[in-house]
């Protein structure tokens, strides 16, 4: 099956500081998105991609779905503490549902 | 605007014991439903999906079943919970080629 490999595992940084993340795939995807999710809560959606090459920004994230549509990444600028999270990629194809597929995630720690 | 209810938030269960979390969206019609389950804060395992009433697709073979009696209700079901069962539950909901978006989760423990 497909499988995702999203690095970091976990990041400590300063506030202030910018953040990237990325993911890779061995498999190409029609669409690329990124997920934050709090502990305890469902994670929310952060960015959607849909086209090869795209750049969306959505505040200070921002994301790129690669040309050869088996890789992403986020960037997030001036972090600050409410950042703090884990943070997923998930890259869908076509077909019946769109079945995601998700990277094992980035826990980012923001620190004062 | 679409919003998703899942419950209850968390739940203790002995083991042997049946099993019953309820997923709603409100919002909008025919979306594809979503069951997930996370072990510790990682990795999303899909369990079920669904493309319409009474349509359901396993992913994974496990103690668990699905069912959608409403075009916007999926519950999540088992007759003897496991003690392997425990984890957060994660329900989901997509329409047509959009983004699949989450509920807040339950939170199963079983003893």
């Known amino acids: 099956g497909q499988q995702l490999n999203q690095s970091p595992q976990s990041m400590f940084i300063q506030e202030g500081e910018d953040v990237s993340m990325n993911c890779t795939s061995s498999?190409?995807?029609?669409?690329w998105l990124w997920y934050k999710q709090d502990p305890g809560e469902g994670p929310v959606l952060l960015i959607a991609?849909?086209?090869?090459?795209e750049l969306t920004s959505n505040g200070r994230l921002t994301a790129q779905f690669g040309i050869t549509r088996k890789d992403s990444f986020l960037n997030i600028s001036a972090s600050i503490p409410s950042d703090v999270g884990i943070y997923f990629c998930?890259?869908?194809?076509?077909?019946?549902?769109?079945?995601?597929?998700f990277g094992s995630g980035t826990q980012l720690t923001v620190l004062p | 605007s679409q919003t998703i209810h899942q419950w209850p938030a968390t739940l203790v269960q002995p083991v042997g014991s049946p099993l019953s979390l309820e997923c709603t969206v409100e919002?909008?019609?025919?979306?594809?439903l979503y069951w997930y389950r996370q072990a510790a804060g990682r990795g999303l395992q899909l369990l079920f999906y669904s493309v319409g009433i009474g349509q359901i697709s396993s992913e994974v073979p496990q103690n668990l079943s699905a069912s959608r009696p409403q075009d916007r209700q999926f519950i999540l079901s088992s007759k003897k919970l496991l003690l392997s069962d425990s984890g957060f539950y994660l329900c989901?909901?997509?329409?047509?080629?959009?983004?699949?978006?989450f509920g807040d989760g339950t939170r199963l423990s079983i003893l």
């Open positions: 991609l849909y086209k090869a090459g």
């Open positions: 919002g909008t019609s025919n979306p594809n």
């Open positions: 998930a890259g869908q194809t076509r077909g019946s549902a769109r079945q995601l597929t």
């Open positions: 498999s190409i995807f029609n669409t």
């Open positions: 989901a909901w997509s329409v047509n080629t959009g983004p699949q978006h």
